[in-house]
């Protein structure tokens, strides 16, 4: 977007959007990034685990990107992200880039997945998008398995073992046919009736509510949400 339709998006942003800024920041690999952002506004936001913040990463633009607050803090007005930064999507760039002290336009937090429903064990299905709603399932329970699908699978362990997920987690190489996958997370479900928690890439997501219609111990309700797909920009 360019001349007025962008100083138009620009303004619209301004009435719509509120400003907070980075106050924290570290790079857990060269592909993920935790950010704090700071906000007069997150002090007055009620904050659901599972919810979405949703950010303008690029001015001139009104497109917005999508992301899993990890923790929040409304006394402090204090959140974190977790950001994989995947590719050179708008999003992708400003987390790359990002910096101490820098500005950003947020919306949120807004409803998504809601993680005080998960009652009862929870398999949690994910990729490296899911990371920080993995984060956030912490607060809400300990009884947790995990199967990750990823990229590079070494590299995903090393940044879950930072955050302190290493046990009950399985992290496998992405493959087209998703078998292992699949396999994995079948393996890992429940005696106990489950939540079965499912986020990340859309084809994944669709494949593992599908193959649970075959599973022996079928999940007592699952709580799925693709978080991006092949060749979709801006997923929400
Ligand atoms: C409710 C919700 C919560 C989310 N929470 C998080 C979160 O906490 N952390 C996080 O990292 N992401 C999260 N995501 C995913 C994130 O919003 C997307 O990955 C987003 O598309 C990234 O924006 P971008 O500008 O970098 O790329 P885009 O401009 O949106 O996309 C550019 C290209 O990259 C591809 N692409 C996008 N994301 C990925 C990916 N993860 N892996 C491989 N290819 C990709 C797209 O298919 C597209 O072809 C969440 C999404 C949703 C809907």
């Known amino acids: 977007m360019t001349g007025i339709a962008g100083r138009l998006a ?14 924290g920041l570290s790079r857990l690999s060269p ?4 950010v704090g952002l700071s906000a007069e506004a997150f002090r007055k936001a009620t904050w659901v685990p599972g919810a979405k913040l949703q950010l303008r990463p690029r001015r001139g633009s009104m497109s917005l990107r999508t992301y899993t607050p990890v923790s929040w803090d409304a006394a402090e007005g204090v ?4 950001a994989y930064t995947h590719g050179d999507g708008p999003a992708a760039q400003w987390f790359g880039q990002v910096a101490h002290g ?3 336009e947020v919306m949120g937090p807004r409803r998504s997945i809601d993680l005080r429903e998960a009652t009862g064990p929870v398999l949690f299905v994910g990729d490296e998008s899911s990371v920080a709603l993995a984060c956030a399932l912490r607060t809400v329970t300990g009884d947790a398995s995990h199967v990750f699908e990823a990229r590079d699978p070494a590299g995903l362990t090393d940044v879950l073992a930072q955050l302190g997920i290493t046990e009950r987690v399985a992290v496998v190489a992405k493959a087209a046919d998703r078998a292992e996958v699949l396999g994995r997370a079948r393996d890992a479900a429940a005696e106990a009736p489950y939540t079965l928690v499912v986020t990340g890439d859309a084809a994944t997501v669709h494949a593992v509510r599908r193959d649970t219609r075959g599973w022996q111990r079928k999940p007592r309700q699952v709580k799925g949400k693709a978080y991006w797909a092949e060749g979709r920009a801006g997923l929400d």
Do not use: K, N, W, Y
């Open 10 to 23: 620009d303004l619209a942003s301004g009435a719509m959007l509120d400003t907070a800024r980075v106050t």
């Open 31 to 34: 592909e993920f990034v935790r």
């Open 79 to 82: 959140t974190e992200l977790i």
């Open 102 to 104: 820098q500005p950003s």
